[in-house]
């Protein structure tokens, strides 16, 4: 009988096979390549499992959990060591990742949290997903000083925890400052395009010269929306301040333009510690906390966006 969401079953939930790098194989399902940001992870995921030897078995969902449940259930099929798992959204994967708990397979969330219990995955490799939106928040209070101003906000993918997380941080950071209001607030899928037709009917909406400030989840959907502005004969990042969250080149560069304002790293090397607490646990079992955070970091006109672009432009975006 399979003994499931019991503390027994949270102990006992995964027995650690001896396994060196050279002889691993690991599953790794990807939402798709929605983003700047998410084209970096896969590639930086494929070059450090190339590093350690090990054998990579990439799965491109096309954003659909369907497509990445059945990933998973192949590789569970195939006998893999591991799988990484980028989940598309935050709920219905208590099946899947059951089936892969009771195949001893161990599975590691990349930078997207699950509703599901903790027992059923190994860790989470994923920032502070509040706390950037957060951040995003305090910046405009800070910058706005008491000023009004009308706020327009481009979500990401409806249900996936980033989207989730990062409006409610953003709520938080601007909570009790009552000159600064969310006036609109629609998805923008975490996609350049969908960012411009958004931001294109926002500015429809409420026109360009009464809406003050874009808070988009992600650089690719303010980038569309900086086309979005241009277009209406707006000057991005003076007439309509912009903050963002990932810090891909491209919000380097609009930065260094004066096209926009602040955005918020956020790593494309999850696979990094993720590979790292896998290895460990396939060798002896060393069990990684459930949650390995990565790091955070506000950048603004202060920085020097031009070199940081330079930087980081080769690097897979
Ligand atoms: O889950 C991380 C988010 O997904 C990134 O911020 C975004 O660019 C991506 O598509």
Redesign the pocket.
């Known amino acids: 009988m399979k003994l499931k969401n019991t503390l027994l079953a949270t102990a006992i939930a995964f027995s650690p096979v001896a396994a060196m790098a050279g002889d691993m194989t690991i599953g790794f399902s990807q ?1 798709g390549s ?5 084209a970096a ?1 896969t590639t930086v995921t494929k070059q450090e499992a190339e590093r350690r030897g090990i054998n990579l078995k990439f799965a491109d969902a096309q954003q659909k959990q369907e497509n990445q449940i059945k990933a998973i259930r192949s590789f569970i099929a195939q006998g893999v060591d591991a799988i990484l798992v ?1 989940p598309v959204v935050a709920t219905g994967w208590d099946e899947v990742l059951e089936e892969a708990q009771d195949a001893d397979i161990p599975v590691v969330l990349l ?2 949290t699950v509703d599901a219990d903790k027992s059923l995955y190994l860790t989470a490799v ?2 502070d ?1 509040v706390h950037e939106g957060k951040v995003a928040g305090e910046w405009l209070v800070s910058e706005m000083a008491g000023e009004d101003c009308r706020i327009v906000e481009l979500q ?2 409806t249900g ?3 989207a989730i997380d ?1 409006k409610t941080g953003f709520e938080q950071g601007i909570a009790g400052h009552d000159n600064l209001k969310i006036v609109r607030s629609q998805t923008g899928d ?1 996609t350049r395009a969908q960012g411009k037709v958004v931001m294109e009917s926002f500015l429809k909406a409420e026109g360009g010269e009464n809406i003050c400030a874009l808070y988009a ?4 959907m303010a980038v569309g929306a900086i086309q979005a502005i241009k277009e209406a004969g707006l000057a991005p990042g003076e007439d309509i301040k912009i903050v963002a ?2 810090a ?1 080149p491209d919000a380097h560069l609009a930065i260094a333009n004066g096209e926009m304002n602040a955005t918020i790293e ?1 790593t494309p090397n999850m696979a990094g510690p993720a590979l790292d607490a896998l290895e460990a646990y396939l060798a002896d079992g060393t069990e990684p906390g459930k949650w390995i955070q990565t790091e955070s970091r506000l950048f603004t006109s202060a920085d020097d966006n031009q070199a940081i672009y330079e930087a980081k432009k080769d690097l897979g975006y």
């Not at 989840?217 to 690719?220: I, K, P, R, T």
């Open positions: 939402i929605e983003s700047g940001w998410r992870e980028a930078d997207r994923t920032s997903l990401g993918t996936s925890s980033p990062r975490f989840h992600n650089d690719d969250i990932d891909v956020l």
